[in-house]
């Protein structure tokens, strides 16, 4: 059973459509929820930590929230500059890993 | 201050051989987590160091192994190289301590013929 799914797979946005990103995760003890960007063939880089319910943050055009199930990535007037994978990924209490999601692949065109 | 650093960028082996992966951690970080990513996939655990031990191991056999150095540095070795280990593999560093964010290198394309 995977703990984290995240959705859309692929979506496609105009420059400056905005719209929302979905992690969905199940695991008990939440120590924190992770947001990544990748660009192809390099390492992911860090966007995010959100530790708790009703946790908010916000970087340039991008801001993430958390419930006690799911996590949402916004993305406001996207530029094509945007375009990414986006990854979640939780940690677990007691645990030393992150576990991942298969990501998100946004295209922005302009 | 330095990132995560990685080598080599790209290697090419052929099946049953041996191969050995670098990581330089972030400046002040102590504790480096080894990560495997096939095309597609979102990153698999593999395993994390800190002060030198193996802290925790994901799901992968025994050909996979790892050090940690007193410099904090870190190798991934895999011995008997099947195809199946083709992919990029992702070293991330942390500090310990209450938030433990993983910091990723710009990892390692290894493809194995």
């Known amino acids: 059973e995977d703990q984290v799914t995240q959705s859309p797979e692929a979506l496609r946005l105009q420059e400056g459509e905005s719209s929302s990103l979905n992690c969905s995760y199940t695991?008990?003890?939440?120590?924190?929820l992770f947001w990544y960007r990748q660009d192809p063939g390099k390492g992911p880089e860090f966007l995010f930590t959100?530790?708790?319910a009703g946790e908010e943050k916000e970087k340039e055009r991008l801001k993430a929230t958390l419930t006690k199930k799911e996590s949402f990535l916004h993305i406001t007037a996207p530029k094509p500059e945007d375009s990414a994978t986006y990854l979640c990924a939780v940690h677990e209490g007691g645990s030393e890993k992150l576990v991942f999601g298969k990501g998100t692949k946004l295209t922005v065109n302009p | 201050d330095a990132g995560v650093t990685q080598s080599p960028t790209h290697l090419i082996k052929t099946r049953g051989q041996q191969v050995t992966l670098r990581c330089s951690p972030k400046s002040g970080h102590d504790t480096v987590s080894w990560y495997q990513q096939a095309l597609g996939q979102g990153p698999q655990f593999i395993f994390q160091y800190y002060e030198e031990e193996e802290r925790q191991r994901g799901n992968f056999p025994d050909r996979f192994s790892g050090h940690q150095f007193p410099n904090y540095s870190s190798e991934l070795n895999v011995n008997a190289l099947l195809l199946g280990d083709s992919a990029l593999y992702l070293c991330a560093s942390s500090l310990v301590g209450p938030e433990e964010t993983q910091y990723f290198g710009p990892g390692t394309r290894l493809l194995v013929l």
């Open positions: 695991v008990s003890g939440l120590r924190g």
């Open positions: 959100l530790y708790s």
